[in-house]
């Protein structure tokens, strides 16, 4: 049995259905690895905390368009995070209708412990590829980003 076993038939000739596939079992190894180590949080409030950790302050907005997700989707994840003290919003110096999210001390903390898990799973999930596999798969998936980035032109 090879590695084809683990896939639903037909999977292996449908690019699009082996990408969801991959990120549906990144998402599920990360969530329960963030389980096993006592950190109630989901894969979305994980990546809006990554980001807001690597580039705060950011606007919800700001946050939402560099995680692919829409106003009200971000300001429901964003509530969550501050319900539990994870994150607050504050005032935009730059734009008094506006606001800036940050992490709170206790959501940098949180970051210092989830980092791990993200790292272990991605680990794992690359475990089976060398390190020029590895860039050439970050490469492709690059291009294949840019590619619909910019709204399609009719000809």
Known sequence: ???????????EENLGLL???ARA?????????????????NHTQYVALKRLAQCSPLSPSELAE????????????????AEKGYVRREPNPDDRRGVRVVPT??????????RGCGER?????LAGLDEDEREALRAMLKRIIEALATPDTPN
């Open 121 to 125: 799973t991605m680990t794992r999930a």
């Open 19 to 21: 990408l969801g596939l």
């Open 25 to 41: 079992r990144i998402v599920s190894t990360l969530e329960s690895e963030l389980a096993a180590n006592g950190l109630a949080i």
């Open 1 to 11: 049995m090879g590695p084809a076993c683990h896939l639903p038939p037909g999977a």
């Open 66 to 81: 560099a995680l692919g997700h829409d106003a009200g989707a971000m300001t429901r994840v964003l509530d969550g995070l």
């Open 105 to 114: 001390e206790a959501g940098a903390a949180l970051w210092s412990r989830m």
